[in-house]
């Protein structure tokens, strides 16, 4: 089961380089961000593929895109100097709970 964990943290990171470099690229108008953005957003589709072999696809797809936003946010303030409001926190805060809650309490954590 662990290996699938593996595969997901990569799909995460993977869609987190690939939103960064969205952003960076400026509308594909910078080549090289363009193709990065297309590449690391492949490589997380075939890693959440991976995961999906040993793991609940709404379980999967909830910890990939939740995850995800986060830490793309985290991104966003560290990188791109964005600055969330409260509600925009507190969605987040939501989200961490409810991946937590997933992991913790889920019975359809793997097949």
């Known amino acids: 089961m662990w290996k699938y964990y593996l595969f997901l943290?990569?799909?995460?990171?993977?869609?987190?380089?690939?939103?960064s470099a969205?952003?960076?690229?400026?509308?594909?108008s910078v080549p090289l961000w363009a193709v990065l953005?297309?590449?690391?957003?492949?490589?997380s589709f075939w890693l959440l593929?991976?995961?999906?072999?040993?793991m609940a696809l709404g379980v999967a797809y909830a910890i990939w895109a939740g995850v995800g936003t986060v830490l793309?946010?985290?991104?966003?303030i560290a990188v791109f100097k964005e600055r969330p409001?409260?509600?925009?926190?507190?969605?987040m805060g939501l989200i961490?709970?409810?991946?937590?809650?997933?992991?913790?309490?889920?019975k359809?954590?793997?097949?």
């Open 37 to 43: 953005t297309a590449a690391a957003y492949g490589g």
């Open 96 to 106: 961490i709970a409810g991946v937590a809650v997933m992991n913790l309490f889920s």
């Open 22 to 28: 969205l952003k960076a690229s400026r509308g594909f």
């Open 85 to 91: 409001d409260f509600a925009a926190v507190l969605g």
């Open 9 to 19: 943290a990569g799909a995460i990171v993977c869609e987190i380089v690939g939103t």
């Open 49 to 54: 593929g991976l995961t999906l072999k040993g």
């Open 72 to 76: 793309t946010a985290a991104v966003g």
């Open 108 to 111: 359809t954590i793997s097949h």
